[in-house]
């Protein structure tokens, strides 16, 4: 479920140091990550037999979103 966030980190720090940082408004698929790791830290934290689907239904979503966000940022800078 980290992976999502240190990418975004790193992809922060890459336009930062490239200096060409880009906005992107939130999209359905973080939201969707932010949902779904909440879901699983509940089942978690409620020790239910889910939480195995769950953190893999939560790592789909973030490939997804990070793909998903990814494809938007190139967007972007192709329009600059």
Same mark, same amino acid.
């Given at each position: 479920?980290?992976? +999502?966030?240190?990418? #975004?980190?790193?992809?922060?720090?890459g336009?930062? &140091?490239l200096?060409?940082p880009?906005?992107?408004? #939130? +999209? #359905?698929?973080?939201?969707? /990550?932010?949902? $779904?790791? =909440?879901?699983?830290? /509940? $089942?978690?934290?409620?020790?239910?037999? &889910? /939480?195995?689907?769950?953190?893999w239904?939560?790592a #789909?979503?973030? =490939?997804?979103?990070?793909?998903?966000?990814?494809?938007?940022?190139?967007?972007?800078?192709?329009? +600059?």
């Amino acid at each position: 479920m980290l992976l +999502r966030d240190i990418l #975004a980190v790193l992809g922060f720090f890459g336009t930062w &140091l490239l200096h060409r940082p880009v906005a992107l408004p #939130a +999209r #359905a698929g973080g939201k969707a /990550v932010t949902v $779904a790791q =909440v879901l699983t830290l /509940v $089942a978690y934290t409620a020790g239910s037999t &889910l /939480v195995r689907p769950l953190a893999w239904a939560t790592a #789909a979503i973030a =490939v997804y979103a990070t793909w998903d966000y990814g494809r938007a940022a190139a967007r972007v800078a192709a329009h +600059r």
